[in-house]
């Protein structure tokens, strides 16, 4: 189980969450699909930071990411990520 | 003694006086017989003494007579005073005895007078007979010098006659060298001196002279000298002969003996017989280091190495066999002093009184410095010649560069002799069309127009008569063709040739006489065009004095005509203050360079403020170099209160235009914040509705009736429709914001990706696409694949009711510098009364049942080519299909 890495979800709008991992699921995809609300949580998660600062290590496979959310938005997570070697 | 003998008193004893004694008497008669005897060669006595024949016959008389008569009259006497007779008896008988006595005596005396004369006479004729024969001369000179007598030898001898030669003094007829000297032998002979001897030249008639010897004894008693003179003119030239043929002799062999000395050449004579040296001269010494002395009676054997001395002898030999003489050319000859000499030698045989070869002469001449000389002269000479060779090859290629120069020259070049041409180069040809033969073959001034003809003949004259060395005049000639040809000739008088010559040039002027004409029209249009432009216009020189001027400007300044201008400058027509000024202005403009351009300034006028625009440059020539200033005013006073007005608009319509353009732009912006926003927050919702209605449709899959199916699809297609739109309206939004890459796009291949990805919405659909090669534009990649996706898009939509739709996708020119694209189709097209609307946001010409569609895509198109600087526009007719045109900047080939 382990061995498959998660598929990261971030949006705001819990329709089009809902939406996206019915369209996942459909898929049948074995990986975990972890859902995150906005782009800070984002962060916190890929830098295990705050509330994620324990979580099991390892990088998802797929970030899925809403660029238009509250607070930090999508434009300034992938900012961020790609300015991280 | 007469008295006493006849007893006569009277007689001794003279009268009265004293009688003489006997003795006295006799004494005296002895003192007298003394003084008779005492000079008996002198005086009265010379004759009686003298041995001539009256002499002899004086003393006989004497003797006989004087005793006779003394006797007679004695008797006579005796007898009558003795009385034997009468004393008429005794006068009588004494007469008688007179004439008997004196008879007989006289016949006597004539008998033997007569007698001597005759053998006088007898030896007179004798001596004039040999005087006369005589060949030697004789004369008698008088002592005053004339002659007396002479024999006709002289006659013979000098040709002068006996007149002539007694009428003048004999010195007169000697030689003047003589005559001092003759002078003094006659001198001597008046002196006394016995005989003399001596020679003279004596004058001929005929002007010769004669060499005479005189003998002359003096007789000076008779006061005459007796000469025998004979002609030795012949014994003396044949002595003088004798003595200048020994003195030639002499000479000659002095002079023979000096040449064979003296002669640079070596000179030596051998005895024929054994070939010993007779004789050989310094030269000779000099050259072989022998002297003299050691050659004379040797041989060459004794005298030269064995080897060159048997040559010598020969070759000796062989004169002394021939007889002729041989030549030498070079023969060595071993010198003790100089080495071995090369000598160029000629022996030549002297035959004796026999005709043998008596001696060898042999002259020879020393040739080792010549030898040497024309060894080197040789060499010289192949250097020369060397020299000359590749002077001439320069000269030839020269020449062939001069040929290749005038053959190929771009004017025509020509030589004419007479009146003839003698050569005409190919440019000639091309010039008047004619062959170099036929050039050649007639009179230049055939050539030529007839009008022309006569100057051209004077001109070729006056050069070949070197009347003019260079003429440069302009002609017309017939070109072959017909055609009349302007040229420009140029010649000169050639005095390189024997017969007079003109090379000369020849230029094609007549494009520079038609330039000219066009020029002349030019020029009187560009007058006329002056003359009535509005404006001022005058044209000054580097001086700034006016050199033309335009009616306006010539009125302006208050002149009649244009004459009264030139020349002249500002200051003759303004006030000084203002002339001063517009001066200086030409000045800086002459000295910077720098045109004034359209100054507006006022002008005080009469009828007030005058406001005139004006313009000065500087006109130059081809060179650059100033030639004038060129000005031109106009006057804008109406101009300037029009602008005036309409400045004042001007700010007014600003001011609106930029408070409407500020509302607009906050409307716009506003609009454009509003339309963004709305149509991304729209999408959220609308994405929900399609979602889920999606899923609804999964998840009641089977269990729906028809009809809530229908709903269920009808929701979908309106929410998808609706999806479009805002995707639609988001697209031309942010194509009105986004800023532009500008880089070179391949149009052909982004039309065929475009193509690519409608592969899907026509798969099953029968099209021809036309794509013609596309080239690069200058754009944004991003932008412009949205303006392909949106015609090829429209493209296919409008033909889907068309069996087989036509697609041509091409490049159509240029226009302004930009490519013109286009899209075709042969759809359903549209009415061009309303292709106006056709880029409208939102506006559509077909019936959304017929064309699905929000109206945004050829708004957006527009968009994008408008933001490119190009331009979008469609032709079309309705069912026939539509072309959609733009143009975008063709990319720089890289």
């Given at each position: 189980?382990?061995?498959?890495?998660?598929?990261?979800?971030?949006?705001?709008?819990?329709?089009?969450?809902?939406?996206?991992?019915?369209?996942?699921?459909?898929?049948?995809?074995?990986?975990?699909?972890?859902?995150?609300?906005?782009?800070?949580?984002?962060?916190?998660?890929?830098?295990?930071?705050?509330?994620?600062?324990?979580?099991?290590?390892?990088?998802?496979?797929?970030?899925?990411?809403?660029?238009?959310?509250?607070?930090?938005?999508?434009?300034?997570?992938?900012?961020?990520?790609?300015?991280?070697? | 003694?007469?008295?006493?003998?006849?007893?006569?008193?009277?007689?001794?004893?003279?009268?009265?006086?004293?009688?003489?004694?006997?003795?006295?008497?006799?004494?005296?008669?002895?003192?007298?017989?003394?003084?008779?005897?005492?000079?008996?060669?002198?005086?009265?006595?010379?004759?009686?003494?003298?041995?001539?024949?009256?002499?002899?016959?004086?003393?006989?008389?004497?003797?006989?007579?004087?005793?006779?008569?003394?006797?007679?009259?004695?008797?006579?006497?005796?007898?009558?005073?003795?009385?034997?007779?009468?004393?008429?008896?005794?006068?009588?008988?004494?007469?008688?005895?007179?004439?008997?006595?004196?008879?007989?005596?006289?016949?006597?005396?004539?008998?033997?007078?007569?007698?001597?004369?005759?053998?006088?006479?007898?030896?007179?004729?004798?001596?004039?007979?040999?005087?006369?024969?005589?060949?030697?001369?004789?004369?008698?000179?008088?002592?005053?010098?004339?002659?007396?007598?002479?024999?006709?030898?002289?006659?013979?001898?000098?040709?002068?006659?006996?007149?002539?030669?007694?009428?003048?003094?004999?010195?007169?007829?000697?030689?003047?060298?003589?005559?001092?000297?003759?002078?003094?032998?006659?001198?001597?002979?008046?002196?006394?001196?016995?005989?003399?001897?001596?020679?003279?030249?004596?004058?001929?008639?005929?002007?010769?002279?004669?060499?005479?010897?005189?003998?002359?004894?003096?007789?000076?008693?008779?006061?005459?000298?007796?000469?025998?003179?004979?002609?030795?003119?012949?014994?003396?030239?044949?002595?003088?002969?004798?003595?200048e043929s020994e003195e030639r002799a002499r000479w000659s062999s002095l002079f023979l003996d000096s040449v064979i000395e003296n002669l640079p050449a070596m000179i030596f004579v051998k005895d024929a017989t054994d070939l010993h040296y007779v004789r050989v001269n310094r030269v000779m010494e000099d050259l072989t280091g022998i002297s003299r002395q050691d050659f004379l009676s040797k041989t060459d054997t004794e005298l030269y190495?064995?080897?060159e001395a048997?040559f010598f002898a020969?070759k000796d030999r062989e004169i002394v066999?021939e007889g002729r003489m041989i030549d030498i050319p070079v023969e060595p000859l071993h010198s003790i002093t100089r080495?071995?000499v090369l000598l160029h030698t000629k022996k030549v045989p002297i035959f004796d009184e026999?005709g043998c070869v008596k001696y060898i002469l042999g002259i020879s001449e020393d040739i080792t410095a010549r030898?040497?000389?024309?060894?080197?002269?040789?060499?010289?000479?192949?250097?020369?010649?060397?020299?000359?060779?590749?002077?001439?090859?320069?000269?030839?290629?020269?020449?062939?560069?001069?040929?290749?120069?005038?053959?190929?020259?771009?004017?025509?070049?020509?030589?004419?002799?007479?009146?003839?041409?003698?050569?005409?180069?190919?440019?000639?040809?091309?010039?008047?069309?004619?062959?170099?033969?036929?050039?050649?073959?007639?009179?230049?001034?055939?050539?030529?127009?007839?009008?022309?003809?006569?100057?051209?003949?004077?001109?070729?004259?006056?050069?070949?008569?070197?009347?003019?060395?260079?003429?440069?005049?302009?002609?017309?000639?017939?070109?072959?063709?017909?055609?009349?040809?302007?040229?420009?000739?140029?010649?000169?008088?050639?005095?390189?040739?024997?017969?007079?010559?003109?090379?000369?040039?020849?230029?094609?002027?007549?494009?520079?006489?038609?330039?000219?004409?066009?020029?002349?029209?030019?020029?009187?249009?560009?007058?006329?065009?002056?003359?009535?432009?509005?404006?001022?216009?005058?044209?000054?020189?580097?001086?700034?004095?006016?050199?033309?001027?335009?009616?306006?400007?010539?009125?302006?300044?208050?002149?009649?005509?244009?004459?009264?201008?030139?020349?002249?400058?500002?200051?003759?027509?303004?006030?000084?203050?203002?002339?001063?000024?517009?001066?200086?202005?030409?000045?800086?403009?002459?000295?910077?360079?720098?045109?004034?351009?359209?100054?507006?300034?006022?002008?005080?006028?009469?009828?007030?403020?005058?406001?005139?625009?004006?313009?000065?440059?500087?006109?130059?020539?081809?060179?650059?170099?100033?030639?004038?200033?060129?000005?031109?005013?106009?006057?804008?006073?109406?101009?300037?209160?029009?602008?005036?007005?309409?400045?004042?608009?001007?700010?007014?319509?600003?001011?609106?235009?930029?408070?409407?353009?500020?509302?607009?732009?906050?409307?716009?912006?506003?609009?454009?914040?509003?339309?963004?926003?709305?149509?991304?927050?729209?999408?959220?919702?609308?994405?929900?509705?399609?979602?889920?209605?999606?899923?609804?449709?999964?998840?009641?899959?089977?269990?729906?009736?028809?009809?809530?199916?229908?709903?269920?699809?009808?929701?979908?297609?309106?929410?998808?429709?609706?999806?479009?739109?805002?995707?639609?309206?988001?697209?031309?939004?942010?194509?009105?914001?986004?800023?532009?890459?500008?880089?070179?796009?391949?149009?052909?291949?982004?039309?065929?990706?475009?193509?690519?990805?409608?592969?899907?919405?026509?798969?099953?659909?029968?099209?021809?696409?036309?794509?013609?090669?596309?080239?690069?534009?200058?754009?944004?990649?991003?932008?412009?694949?949205?303006?392909?996706?949106?015609?090829?898009?429209?493209?296919?939509?409008?033909?889907?009711?068309?069996?087989?739709?036509?697609?041509?996708?091409?490049?159509?020119?240029?226009?302004?510098?930009?490519?013109?694209?286009?899209?075709?189709?042969?759809?359903?097209?549209?009415?061009?009364?309303?292709?106006?609307?056709?880029?409208?946001?939102?506006?559509?010409?077909?019936?959304?049942?017929?064309?699905?569609?929000?109206?945004?895509?050829?708004?957006?198109?527009?968009?994008?080519?408008?933001?490119?600087?190009?331009?979008?526009?469609?032709?079309?007719?309705?069912?026939?299909?539509?072309?959609?045109?733009?143009?975008?900047?063709?990319?720089?080939?890289?």
């Amino acid at each position: 189980m382990n061995s498959l890495r998660n598929i990261l979800l971030v949006d705001d709008s819990p329709r089009d969450t809902e939406m996206a991992v019915h369209a996942l699921e459909s898929c049948n995809l074995a990986n975990e699909i972890i859902t995150l609300r906005d782009g800070s949580e984002a962060l916190d998660y890929l830098y295990c930071r705050g509330e994620y600062a324990f979580r099991p290590r390892g990088h998802p496979a797929v970030i899925l990411l809403d660029l238009k959310m509250p607070r930090v938005d999508g434009i300034e997570v992938l900012r961020q990520i790609k300015s991280d070697p | 003694m007469i008295g006493y003998a006849y007893q006569v008193e009277w007689l001794y004893g003279l009268g009265r006086s004293i009688p003489m004694a006997l003795h006295t008497a006799a004494a005296l008669h002895l003192l007298a017989l003394g003084i008779f005897s005492a000079r008996p060669d002198q005086g009265v006595m010379q004759v009686i003494t003298s041995d001539s024949p009256g002499g002899v016959l004086a003393r006989r008389m004497f003797a006989s007579l004087v005793p006779v008569l003394v006797l007679l009259s004695w008797l006579c006497l005796a007898g009558q005073r003795n009385g034997y007779y009468e004393p008429d008896l005794g006068v009588t008988l004494h007469t008688l005895a007179h004439i008997g006595i004196f008879g007989s005596f006289i016949w006597w005396s004539a008998k033997s007078l007569h007698r001597a004369d005759m053998v006088r006479q007898q030896a007179e004729a004798e001596r004039q007979r040999f005087f006369s024969l005589s060949i030697d001369m004789f004369c008698i000179i008088y002592t005053d010098g004339f002659l007396k007598r002479l024999n006709p030898a002289f006659n013979h001898s000098l040709g002068h006659t006996q007149e002539e030669l007694l009428a003048r003094p004999l010195v007169d007829f000697v030689h003047p060298d003589d005559q001092a000297a003759m002078l003094a032998e006659m001198e001597k002979l008046r002196q006394g001196l016995p005989a003399v001897f001596f020679e003279n030249r004596v004058q001929c008639r005929d002007g010769t002279w004669k060499w005479l010897s005189w003998n002359i004894q003096p007789y000076l008693s008779e006061g005459l000298l007796y000469a025998t003179v004979r002609d030795v003119t012949e014994p003396k030239r044949s002595e003088k002969a004798l003595r200048e043929s020994e003195e030639r002799a002499r000479w000659s062999s002095l002079f023979l003996d000096s040449v064979i000395e003296n002669l640079p050449a070596m000179i030596f004579v051998k005895d024929a017989t054994d070939l010993h040296y007779v004789r050989v001269n310094r030269v000779m010494e000099d050259l072989t280091g022998i002297s003299r002395q050691d050659f004379l009676s040797k041989t060459d054997t004794e005298l030269y190495p064995e080897d060159e001395a048997l040559f010598f002898a020969q070759k000796d030999r062989e004169i002394v066999a021939e007889g002729r003489m041989i030549d030498i050319p070079v023969e060595p000859l071993h010198s003790i002093t100089r080495g071995v000499v090369l000598l160029h030698t000629k022996k030549v045989p002297i035959f004796d009184e026999a005709g043998c070869v008596k001696y060898i002469l042999g002259i020879s001449e020393d040739i080792t410095a010549r030898v040497a000389t024309e060894r080197e002269v040789r060499q010289l000479n192949a250097t020369l010649e060397q020299r000359v060779h590749e002077r001439t090859t320069a000269l030839a290629a020269t020449e062939s560069k001069f040929r290749t120069l005038v053959e190929q020259s771009l004017v025509g070049i020509y030589i004419i002799q007479g009146d003839h041409f003698v050569y005409t180069n190919p440019k000639m040809s091309e010039i008047l069309g004619y062959t170099a033969e036929e050039f050649l073959s007639r009179p230049v001034p055939d050539f030529v127009v007839d009008s022309d003809r006569a100057i051209t003949a004077e001109n070729i004259r006056m050069r070949l008569e070197g009347t003019a060395h260079e003429i440069r005049y302009h002609l017309r000639i017939k070109h072959h063709n017909g055609t009349v040809v302007h040229a420009e000739a140029h010649g000169t008088r050639s005095d390189s040739h024997e017969t007079p010559t003109i090379i000369g040039t020849m230029l094609d002027i007549t494009e520079r006489k038609h330039a000219e004409e066009q020029l002349t029209r030019e020029r009187n249009l560009l007058r006329t065009l002056i003359d009535h432009l509005p404006g001022y216009i005058f044209v000054k020189d580097t001086a700034r004095r006016y050199l033309l001027s335009n009616r306006a400007h010539t009125k302006l300044l208050g002149a009649a005509a244009e004459s009264e201008l030139t020349g002249k400058t500002v200051f003759d027509f303004f006030p000084e203050e203002k002339a001063r000024r517009f001066d200086d202005d030409d000045k800086l403009l002459l000295h910077s360079g720098v045109p004034v351009l359209e100054r507006e300034e006022p002008f005080e006028t009469n009828a007030g403020v005058s406001w005139r625009s004006t313009t000065k440059v500087l006109s130059r020539d081809a060179q650059g170099g100033i030639v004038s200033i060129v000005g031109i005013q106009h006057d804008i006073t109406e101009r300037r209160r029009t602008e005036a007005e309409i400045r004042v608009l001007n700010t007014e319509l600003e001011k609106r235009v930029q408070e409407r353009t500020s509302q607009l732009e906050a409307a716009n912006k506003e609009l454009e914040a509003f339309s963004y926003s709305v149509s991304h927050d729209l999408r959220a919702p609308l994405r929900h509705v399609q979602g889920y209605v999606e899923m609804l449709e999964q998840s009641t899959e089977g269990q729906l009736s028809d009809k809530a199916k229908h709903y269920v699809k009808t929701i979908k297609d309106s929410s998808t429709d609706m999806g479009q739109l805002i995707d639609d309206l988001l697209e031309f939004s942010r194509m009105g914001r986004v800023a532009l890459a500008e880089t070179s796009v391949q149009m052909e291949t982004l039309a065929r990706g475009t193509i690519q990805s409608l592969e899907l919405a026509v798969q099953h659909r029968n099209i021809a696409w036309k794509i013609a090669p596309l080239p690069r534009v200058l754009g944004d990649p991003a932008a412009l694949r949205q303006v392909m996706a949106n015609l090829i898009g429209n493209a296919v939509k409008y033909t889907r009711k068309r069996d087989t739709a036509e697609i041509e996708i091409g490049c159509a020119g240029e226009e302004e510098g930009r490519l013109v694209l286009f899209v075709k189709d042969n759809g359903a097209g549209f009415d061009m009364k309303y292709s106006h609307k056709l880029f409208g946001v939102f506006q559509r010409l077909h019936r959304a049942e017929d064309f699905e569609g929000t109206g945004i895509g050829l708004a957006t198109v527009q968009r994008v080519i408008g933001r490119h600087g190009g331009r979008a526009w469609a032709e079309g007719v309705l069912d026939h299909g539509a072309t959609i045109f733009f143009t975008l900047k063709p990319a720089l080939a890289s």
